[in-house]
């Protein structure tokens, strides 16, 4: 049951570190990456604080991650990060107002019936 949480938290903090990303990712705007904008490009990045945040909660997540590996089998661990898709669904739509359609209704909800099922 214990590890189930540390799953559940490493789950959470991934997907809300997704969310956090877009947040600063629209702040940001076009981002090139090539090798000339690079090291300005990597500035603007660490300059943007939900940038930073995200990247902070994600870190986490792979440290709790690799705890979790540590204590269970990966088969069984694994599955459980398709929650993260759940959770980026309504994270963003509740965070970032995008729309919420049957389709994405259909998908989250094959998706938990997936992890029941194979963790069953």
Same mark, same amino acid.
């Given at each position: 049951?214990?590890?189930?949480?540390?799953?559940?938290?490493?789950?959470?903090?991934?997907?809300?570190?997704?969310?956090?990303?877009? +947040?600063?990712?629209?702040? +940001?705007?076009?981002?090139?990456?090539?090798?000339?904008?690079?090291?300005?490009?990597?500035?603007?990045?660490?300059?943007?604080?939900?940038?930073?945040?995200?990247?902070?909660?994600?870190?986490?997540?792979?440290?709790?991650?690799?705890?979790?590996?540590?204590?269970?089998?990966?088969?069984?661990?694994?599955?459980?990060?398709?929650?993260?898709?759940?959770?980026?669904?309504?994270?963003?739509?509740?965070?970032?107002?995008?729309?919420?359609?049957?389709?994405? +209704?259909?998908?989250?909800?094959?998706?938990?019936?997936?992890?029941?099922?194979?963790?069953?």
């Amino acid at each position: 049951m214990k590890t189930l949480v540390w799953i559940m938290v490493s789950v959470v903090l991934g997907s809300l570190g997704q969310v956090v990303l877009k +947040l600063g990712s629209n702040k +940001l705007g076009d981002v090139g990456l090539s090798l000339q904008t690079l090291p300005e490009d990597m500035l603007r990045l660490l300059k943007t604080p939900e940038i930073v945040v995200g990247l902070v909660l994600f870190g986490t997540s792979f440290l709790l991650w690799i705890k979790v590996l540590t204590q269970t089998e990966l088969s069984y661990a694994y599955p459980m990060v398709s929650l993260g898709y759940v959770n980026v669904v309504l994270l963003s739509y509740f965070l970032l107002q995008e729309t919420f359609t049957w389709n994405k +209704l259909i998908g989250t909800a094959i998706i938990i019936i997936g992890i029941l099922v194979i963790n069953k």
